[in-house]
């Protein structure tokens, strides 16, 4: 029995590392926020909210990333009922969400914004996007989606743009391709009850997207001689100094979506 789905990963390698000039300019504007005691807050809809875990606490998170999840909007995981992917994937198409939610939060002046979706399309994602380039038009936008998908694809939104359209229009705007193919199964089986399409690359290509810049992001702020706080293996023995002052740390910046002296006009 013939196992492929391991070489599609040479797919996702060779598209990180094309990408090597923007990530370096993306990691110098999370060093930018981080500095200065600022936050990249982090958006997604959908199974996409893995992504965004994986920037916010994990081993080797760095402090300063704060989650926009909306459990409506990022939790699909009882399948069926009241909270089932079909009434979830119906709030996705809901307009006006992104405003509602940039509501609660204070952004600074330092402030980025990541909105991450496998696709580049859903209607909440793009939502999320309109709402923080017209608040915030100097703020540094960056999505971590498909090229190919949010380019060519029909839009979702009402606005007749995915995210690929709002990032061209930004001012300080950032496009990430996930390195996904179009519609996102990578691997074709053609057996003898059927024809499958399996084995999606987006969550695969944003993870190695957002570990990339975890480790440019360090790099930077080294060498500007700037000590950052970044979660240790929290199973080792070694950990607690990190851990309390990495949660501290977290505190501090956090306090500041809920009421910042010196928020963005």
Not at 22 to 38: M, P, R, T
Not at 41 to 59: F, I
Not at 119 to 128: K, L
Not at 150 to 157: G, L, Q, V
Request: glycine residues 8%; proline residues 3%; contains cysteine.
């Amino acid at each position: 029995m013939e196992l492929t789905f391991p070489s599609q990963l040479d797919r996702v390698r060779s598209g990180v590392l094309a990408q090597a000039e923007a990530l370096q300019k993306v990691a110098a504007i999370y060093a930018d926020a981080l500095e200065y005691g600022g936050l990249v807050h982090v958006y997604a809809n959908g199974h996409s909210r893995l992504t965004v875990e994986e920037m916010v606490v994990r081993m080797g998170a760095l402090t300063g990333f704060h989650a926009l999840l909306n459990t409506g909007l990022a939790n699909f995981t009882d399948v069926i009922g009241a909270n089932g992917v079909r009434v979830n994937q119906a709030i996705e198409k809901v307009e006006g969400l992104g405003e509602i939610i940039l509501n609660e939060y204070d952004i600074g002046p330092y402030d980025a914004l990541v909105i991450v979706s496998a696709t580049g399309t859903t209607a909440a994602a793009v939502d999320m996007a309109l709402a923080f380039k017209r608040r915030y038009p100097d703020h540094p936008l960056i999505t971590i989606c498909s090229l190919e998908q949010s380019r060519e694809a029909p839009a979702k939104h009402s606005s007749g743009q995915n995210l690929y359209h709002v990032i061209q229009e930004s001012k300080n705007g950032f496009l990430l391709d996930n390195c996904m193919p179009y519609g996102d199964l990578s691997v074709s089986i053609e057996g003898q009850t059927g024809d499958y399409r399996v084995c999606p690359l987006s969550s695969i290509g944003a993870l190695t997207l957002v570990q990339s810049l975890n480790e440019l992001t360090i790099r930077e702020m080294d060498r500007r001689g700037v000590r950052h706080h970044v979660l240790r293996n929290m199973h080792l023995d070694d950990t607690e100094n990190s851990y309390e002052l990495w949660v501290r740390d977290q505190r501090r910046r956090y306090a500041r979506t809920l009421d910042n002296t010196q928020p963005a006009q």
